[in-house]
């Protein structure tokens, strides 16, 4: 981190109507300055409009969170905030997002970002903290989808209750894009365009690793609710999302962390203290497993030739079109071996083109993810627990049992988990832990 400069400033962001663009400035130093860009779908609110201070919050506060992904490539120990005033309670939250977000960040790059991160000291502009807006929002539902089973759920189990809704994507990608189709639903999108000079600078030795993009995505999706009209934020993170991968110096790092329980939590207090407080913020799938969930996937087989949870179908700068499912990463490992029970043999090999399972080049990737080795991988992936039951249960089948990885770890696995039936019974009962409003916790009710 030497050489790089040691103060980050948040710089202001600004609205540009006729390109319906919001532009969120920041800077490193004096050296350095970036601009992303927010291209949105429609018209935005004018500046007459009830919906232009609520739009504007949330684009403060996107402008606020989206600063990680500049903010990494030094970590500097001085925090600027020149276009906004923060109430305590914003600066707790951005502590927290920054320091639990760029947790995994830190880890791996070697950086103590709790101790560089100071939101609650940053020098910001004078004046007063924006406050939230109030009065009705066009009731209607934005499930944000990103391509993979759980957001197709949550489609499903909307549609089953009646609910009107849209489907909202950032930058969405082929995989986004034929789900929406195969939904038949309404779709919109927001673009998002990261200052390339980012990408120069990962070039030239800047820290570079994973942010809280949940929490990003979410921020876009609370400012277009005043473009495009709706009344609910619906994510599909589940329960499992809750469990991190390892503690380090006392604190638990979480891949997962801006999908959490806690972060919600803060979200949606933010949304509530700062944006508007009729916008609904919540994870429908919150009270279920992943292994719950893949159940409910198994119902419905319209997206069987479009869904993916590969991240390297999602890739910013691919050199060439990825698979659908590259079948070497954990997110396909864990995928393949919750949806396999569900599924059957045959279904599953033709959504992915081959049996994980009976691939001895994924022993040890497998092991890694039921818990035999290593720590959880740094993926969206199911608990541990919950990849042993679900690997114990596809052993007693004669079309699994006989499979290279099962084979190989199922013995191993017993001597860990003596009542795996126990645990399966568990991650098929919905937690009572969740933010639901009381219409949605029916549908839920009614769906599972």
């Known amino acids: 981190m030497t050489n790089w400069p040691d103060t980050f400033s948040f710089k202001g962001f600004e609205i540009d109507e006729p390109a319906r663009e919001a532009r969120l400035r920041y800077a490193l130093g004096d050296r350095y300055a970036f601009t992303e860009r927010l291209v949105f779908d429609r018209d935005l609110p004018a500046i007459s409009s009830p919906l232009r201070a609520p739009f504007e919050a949330a684009l403060e506060m996107l402008w606020l969170a989206a600063g990680v992904s ?16 923060l109430a305590q309670d914003q600066r707790t939250f951005l502590q927290n997002l920054y320091v639990d977000g760029l947790g995994e960040f830190g880890v791996r790059n ?25 009065g009705p929002l066009p009731r209607k539902s ?3 989808v990103g391509g993979g089973k759980d957001s197709l759920v949550s489609v499903e189990m909307l549609r089953a209750g009646g ?14 894009l034929e789900c929406a189709a195969a939904s ?9 365009y990261l200052d390339p000079l980012l990408f120069e600078l990962n070039e030239k030795g800047a820290l570079n690793g994973h942010v809280p993009i949940t929490a990003i995505v979410s921020f876009i999706a609370v400012a277009a609710a005043f473009v495009e009209g709706y009344d609910t934020v619906v994510l599909s993170n589940e329960r499992s999302a809750d469990q991190g991968n390892l503690v380090v110096d006392g604190r638990e790092i979480n891949h997962q962390y801006s999908k959490t329980t806690g972060a919600e939590r803060d979200i949606a207090a933010q949304i509530a203290t700062h944006v508007h407080t009729s916008l609904n913020y919540f994870s429908l799938l919150r009270p279920l497993s992943e292994a719950h969930i893949a159940q409910l996937m198994a119902r419905v087989d319209r997206y069987d030739h479009a869904f993916t949870s590969c991240n390297r179908s999602f890739q910013i700068n691919p050199r060439s079109e990825p698979k659908r499912w590259c079948g070497d990463c954990p997110k396909c ?27 001895p080049a994924q022993l040890a990737g497998y092991e890694e993810l ?3 080795s290593g720590h959880k991988p740094w993926e969206c992936v199911g608990e541990i627990a919950e990849c042993g039951a679900a690997m114990l249960r596809l052993a007693e089948h004669d079309e699994w049992r006989d499979c290279a ?28 832990d969740h933010r639901l409003p009381e219409r949605y916790e029916r549908m839920l009710h009614d769906f599972v």
């Open 333 to 359: 490992r864990f995928s393949f071996l919750v949806l396999a029970g569900a599924m059957g043999r045959p279904r599953i090999e033709a959504i992915f083109g081959k049996n994980m399972l009976d691939d």
């Open 110 to 134: 070697g950086v103590n970002v709790a101790e560089r991160i100071n939101f609650l000291d940053a020098v910001c502009a004078p004046g007063k903290p924006r406050g939230a807006s109030s």
């Open 370 to 372: 039921v818990g035999l």
């Open 163 to 176: 609910e009107p809704m849209t489907l909202f994507a950032v930058n969405p990608k082929k995989p986004i």
């Open 142 to 144: 934005a499930v944000l």
């Open 70 to 85: 500049y903010y990494k490539i030094s970590v500097p120990r001085v925090i600027r905030v020149e276009g906004a005033a």
């Open 405 to 432: 990885v099962i084979a190989a770890l199922a013995p191993r696995l017993r001597a860990l988990m003596p009542n795996p039936d126990a645990v399966w019974r568990d991650l098929l009962t919905p937690s009572p």
């Open 184 to 192: 038949g639903l309404p779709f919109v999108q927001v673009r998002r």
